[in-house]
């Protein structure tokens, strides 16, 4: 069959990459976005024809050519907001395609459900017809990949990766639980698990067809088994009960349902949402931290879900102190029974993780510490009003001190919603260049989007 004129520019293209590959002439991290930037051309080479028919004409180099079409990708990333290079701009400004951001917070992770990477350099290294055939074969069965709409996610980032740093709403909300958390003490199911069976990114060894390519070579999966794969793995994060309870409050707030393949006029007014909300969206992102697995677990010793064994084991132990040190000090065993059903119940109230928040948490001069060490003596006195003789002394102590921590978290909220109105309307954003992370600046070690 005659190759068709795109079928011929898309084949320049990659001739193009593949001879830059091939001449070494490059730094140590270009491989790796040679990679990814050509696994997006093959992938969706629809969106760039207009581009490589310009770059054609201009006699563009291969190191440009994966330029622009980073470029367009950190449009689409929210990595940034225009192109600097005139060259590059120019022709981007002037492709109907107009790549924008498509993410739906300014803190969000925009996800690819199938990644660029896909195949690794299986589809780059056929023939152009055998490339065509075997993306046709892919597209049949449902898989679209690349840069388009339907396969991106723009995606809170508890539920992305677990090396992932958390950023605006969600490490304003997440501190409020415990400071200086991050994903990885979340312990969220996320998009990209450790251990997959299937390398949805290795290369398809001995691939020199389309068949080969997508079905496998020797008994190897190919890459509609690395499709599989991905997909098995975005339905079980999107599955979690804490993620959809998340979006949909998000949603509540926002008034409107977020749609992946909503336009970039409507995505841009919901982010304005989010800045104009950042409160309220922090108190989302409060609870969405508060329902993650790992923050239930206390000191690695109990969690705190009622029912759980953990539950049990610590909250029996301590009813039976209780009830032990009330026959001790002359009270009936009714007295007794009493005081072991409060110090279980005690167990599942907030008094003992105020207590161990306050121990061990990093010791600072600032009104978050004197907070917590107000919680903390709170919860002190409110667990020794189980102890008879003490009880009304104890009870006065918990309310001095719960006053006292009251007070400090109110001149908190104050001081952090002036200074988060701000945070969210000047960070700058950065992205990892060889991934697909966005970064809101916090700090002086985001400044190289690295991490």
């Not at 691939?207 to 190919?222: C, K, L």
């Not at 508060?290 to 953990?310: C, F, Y």
Request: no cysteine; proline share 4%; hydrophobic share 35%.
């Amino acid at each position: 069959m005659a190759l068709t004129e795109e079928d011929k520019l898309e084949e320049w293209a990659v001739n193009l990459i593949n001879d830059y590959e091939a001449s070494g002439n490059y730094s140590s991290s270009e491989p790796k976005r040679i990679g990814r930037f050509s696994g997006e051309l093959v992938a969706n080479p629809e969106a760039y024809y207009e581009l490589l028919d310009m770059a054609r004409s201009q006699n563009l180099t291969g190191k440009e050519l994966v330029q622009t079409i980073r470029s367009i990708e950190d449009l689409l990333l929210g990595a940034k907001q225009s192109i600097k290079n005139p060259k590059i701009k120019v022709m981007v400004d002037s492709m109907s395609f107009n790549p924008s951001d498509r993410r739906q917070l300014i803190s969000d992770v925009i996800h690819h459900l199938y990644a660029q990477r896909t195949g690794g350099d299986t589809l780059r290294k056929l023939s152009q017809q055998e490339r065509k055939s075997g993306r046709n074969i892919l597209r049949s069965e449902g898989y679209e990949w690349g840069n388009i709409p339907k396969n991106l996610r723009s995606l809170f980032r508890s539920w992305h990766l677990y090396s992932d740093r958390l950023q605006g709403a969600e490490r304003i909300g997440a501190d409020r639980v415990r400071q200086g958390i991050e994903v990885k003490d979340l312990q969220n199911p996320v998009m990209h698990p450790s251990g997959m069976d299937v390398n949805p990114t290795r290369t398809i060894r001995g691939a020199t067809t389309a068949e080969e390519a997508v079905y496998g070579v020797g008994g190897s999966p190919g890459m509609l088994a690395q499709m599989e794969a991905q997909k098995e793995a975005t339905l079980a994060v999107e599955a979690d009960p804490n993620l959809q309870r998340t979006q949909q409050a998000v949603d509540e707030l926002f008034g409107s349902q977020y749609d992946p393949e909503a336009s970039g006029k409507a995505l841009a007014e919901r982010r304005q949402l989010g800045i104009d909300k950042a409160d309220e969206l922090a108190d989302v992102f409060e609870a969405a931290a508060r329902n993650s697995p790992g923050v239930r677990i206390l000191n690695g010793v109990a969690r705190w879900i009622p029912g759980d064994k953990e539950d049990y084991l610590l909250g029996a132990g301590l009813a039976v102190a209780g009830a032990g040190s009330t026959l001790l000090a002359g009270g009936s065993p009714a007295q007794a029974a009493e005081t072991g059903r409060r110090v279980a119940v005690d167990v599942a109230t907030q008094d003992f993780q105020d207590i161990n928040t306050a121990l061990t948490t990093e010791r600072k001069k600032d009104l978050p510490t004197l907070q917590r060490d107000f919680q903390g003596l709170a919860g002190v006195s409110n667990v020794a009003t189980l102890i008879p003789g003490i009880r009304v002394g104890s009870a006065v102590a918990s309310l001095v001190f719960t006053g006292a921590g009251v007070a400090v978290g109110n001149r908190i909220k104050r001081d952090e919603s002036k200074e988060r109105r701000q945070q969210f309307l000047t960070n700058p954003r950065y992205v990892n260049p060889d991934d697909d992370h966005v970064l809101t600046q916090t700090d002086k070690s985001f400044k190289t989007g690295r991490y």
